[in-house]
């Protein structure tokens, strides 16, 4: 939850990751096999969305700066 308030996980979100990310924290406080499945595979989601697009903007950067 501190992270779709603070706006920042691997770097800042967007608007559709804070969602995300805010979704799957409020599924994990009510107790439940299938509320915890979706908290965690909403959280895995914002997650894998910033590493794979922070990746691309450094890959982006270093291809401009060379």
């Known amino acids: 939850m501190a992270a779709a308030v603070e706006g920042w996980l691997v ?3 967007l608007w559709y990751e ?3 990310l805010l979704a799957g924290s409020l599924t994990l406080i009510k107790p439940g096999l299938y509320t915890d499945t979706i908290g ?3 959280l895995g989601v914002a997650y894998l969305l910033q590493k ?3 990746k691309t903007k450094l890959n982006t950067s270093d291809n401009v700066a060379s």
């Open 11 to 13: 770097r800042q979100t």
């Open 18 to 20: 804070r969602l995300l």
């Open 40 to 42: 965690i595979f909403l």
């Open 52 to 54: 794979l697009t922070f």
